[in-house]
């Protein structure tokens, strides 16, 4: 009987493992997607960008930082606690050169820390 329940202790133990694996691989395969309803953005008028992981489904509880900056070193939590697949950015650009978005979404998974980046331009008018 000894023996039995630590085959299976064992057992357990290599299943949690292989699961663990398998988010992990699952997760750092993530990749965000802007979607943009216009082509030009204007300054001072604020804009919904609708973003989306590669697939829709609920994940880990998620937070979105927008990285700015000179050298974008800054992060600023936008969004807390999300947990669906997509999420919408509310942008405003302030002048005709703020023209890039940079945001990260992070995620603890089992103790680890997992950052998935979003980087594009858009097209700001005057």
Known sequence: ME???SELTELNSKLTDSIQ????????SFYLIENLDKSNFKVN????????????NYVSNYNVYRLYG????????????????EFDFEF?????DDDRIK???VMN????EWVIPADFQINVID
């Open 45 to 56: 008028e604020t804009s919904i960008i609708h973003f989306d992981f590669g697939y829709k």
């Open 92 to 96: 405003k650009p302030e002048n005709i």
């Open 21 to 28: 694996k398998l988010q992990e691989k699952n997760i750092s």
């Open 3 to 5: 023996n039995s329940v």
């Open 103 to 105: 945001l990260e979404v």
């Open 109 to 112: 998974i089992n103790g680890i």
């Open 70 to 85: 000179k050298n974008y070193e800054e992060r600023k939590l936008i969004l807390k606690n999300q947990r669906l697949s």
